[in-house]
């Protein structure tokens, strides 16, 4: 195999090197010729744009991002959204409100932040949940809601074009309405286990604990005219006594039923950590007393970290539940503010 080898020459080696000598000094001169680079422009304070958090999810936003209500509480444009929509479909979150005080789309301080489609539909909503006896599409498909004139035997669903019944919400029928078999059941179901009609719509409301005073309501999804409640109202905000069905502060009856009040009682003790030597009857009579006392939860609210299913709302709480001061009625956070 042939050898391959280079030789390089001593003199051209020299004048190379030479070369670049002089080339790398020429370079050094030209470089310290060249004009110096621009001085770089000291760095402007940008103003700094105050934020506030919203006080539905905590966040911060700029102020011009956040609506302030009649409460004088803000939020930000996805919570006021959020809690407009969660009322279109949970009847006693309608009208919206924060602290007890109802938040009107068209004011000026909310308007900007709320679409056409929110607008529209809480005017649908306001004539909904302002009708005492409501007629729905008797098509378990359709189930919209449909506005009736006093005088009215039938309605006309222009979505599904099925004809209603406004006396028995069943589908159009000829001569007087029947009661189907199912509907009997249910009346002697309610009957048997001393189930109550709310005066005012005549949903079918069953108390599980508390007192008779029926003031709020927890729904189980319900069927179309039935509500079963964890706790006290109808959703159409009727109160009234669990016992005869008169309204509140109308009867004589007693304000609760002692099996429901130890029942409740205990559902308290054993949410709670007891106290080290606290017997659990003491802790129990405690909780009975605490319950006796009609709270309008308005004392304020105490946090509790873990997670849990509000008492008086069925929402979940992932982080904390906050409980009312005077009563032991746990709370999802947003509900003490627009649920109460």
């Known amino acids: 195999m042939a050898e391959i080898s280079v030789v390089h020459d001593n003199e051209e080696l020299e004048e190379d090197h030479n070369s670049l000598g002089e080339k790398s000094a020429s370079d050094h001169e030209h470089m310290d010729t060249q004009p110096t680079a621009p001085d770089v422009p000291a760095l402007v304070e940008q103003p700094v744009v105050a934020a506030t958090s919203c006080v539905s999810c905590i966040n911060a936003f700029p102020e011009g991002r956040l ?3 009649p409460c004088t509480h803000v939020y930000c444009e996805g919570c006021l959204r ?3 929509r969660r009322s279109f479909i949970d009847e006693q979150l309608f009208p919206p409100r924060c602290c007890r005080q109802p938040i009107v789309p068209h004011d000026e301080s909310v308007s900007a932040f709320l679409d056409d489609d929110i607008r529209n539909t809480f005017n649908l909503k306001s004539i909904e949940f302002g009708t005492t006896d409501r007629t729905y599409c008797s098509n378990h498909d359709c189930g919209r809601f449909l506005a009736t004139n006093e005088g009215d035997t039938w309605t006309y669903c222009w979505t ?8 028995c919400k069943k589908a159009q029928h000829e001569g007087p309405c029947e009661e189907d078999g199912n509907d009997r059941l249910f009346a002697e179901m309610a009957v048997e286990e001393h189930w109550q009609k709310c005066p005012n719509c005549s949903r079918t409301i069953e108390l599980v604990q508390g007192c008779y005073h029926i003031a709020y309501v927890i729904l189980h999804p319900p069927p179309r005219n039935h509500t079963f409640a964890d706790s006290h109202s109808c959703p159409c905000g009727t109160q009234f006594c669990y016992s005869c069905a ?4 109308t009867c004589s009856c007693p304000q609760w039923d002692e099996a ?28 009975v007393r605490a319950l006796r006392f009609h709270c309008e939860h308005r004392g304020g609210w105490v946090f509790h970290h873990g ?5 008086g709302c069925a929402e979940f709480m992932p982080v904390f539940r906050m409980e009312c001061a005077n009563c032991p009625v746990l709370f999802y956070r947003q509900c003490t503010l627009n649920r109460l």
Not at 160 to 167: D, F, P, Q, W
Not at 246 to 249: F, G, S, V
């Open 67 to 69: 609506a302030t209500l």
């Open 82 to 84: 959020h809690l407009f």
């Open 160 to 167: 599904c074009e099925t004809r209603t019944c406004t006396s």
């Open 246 to 249: 008169a309204r509140w502060k």
């Open 260 to 287: 429901f009040l130890q029942r409740r009682a205990n559902d308290v003790v054993d949410r709670r950590a007891t106290q080290a030597g606290v017997p659990r009857a003491d802790a129990v009579a405690a909780a």
């Open 307 to 311: 997670a849990g299913r509000g008492e």
